[in-house]
């Protein structure tokens, strides 16, 4: 339902886009947006999105990513710039969807993992 892409290996410095396109039963998003986890670490969240409200960052992130959403495609993309060694994770997007007109149920989706290395 999430397909995520755009990952790969940069060096520090570099930038690179991330791509979550959502697909299937799809009536409505409310929000998507960006986690990563990191080898030994929990998840955490990167950059969310809402359909009518302002982009939320974790502080490592603001100043170097920007996260925007495509409504009419149902796709999230995240630009980050400026990659850290610390930036290297697993990046997952996540957006919370109504398949149904008729259902007043939100689901969380995920989509696979895509990993992001910052090396030299």
């Known amino acids: 339902q999430l397909q995520a892409s755009g990952g790969g290996l940069v060096q520090p410095g570099e930038s690179l886009r991330l791509s979550c396109a959502a697909s299937?039963?799809?009536?409505?998003?409310?929000?998507m947006g960006w986690y990563r986890q990191a080898p030994g670490k929990q998840r955490e969240l990167v950059a969310a999105?809402?359909?009518?409200?302002?982009?939320n960052y974790a502080n490592s992130a603001k100043g170097r990513f920007t996260i925007s959403r495509d409504g009419a495609k149902n796709t999230a993309l995240l630009q980050m710039s400026s990659l850290k060694p610390e930036d290297t994770a697993v990046y997952s997007c996540n957006a919370e969807v109504r398949e149904y007109p008729w259902s007043s149920t939100w689901s969380s989706y995920w989509g696979q993992g895509t990993q992001v290395t910052v090396s030299s």
């Open positions: 999105i809402s359909r009518s409200g302002p982009a």
């Open positions: 299937g039963s799809i009536f409505d998003i409310r929000a």
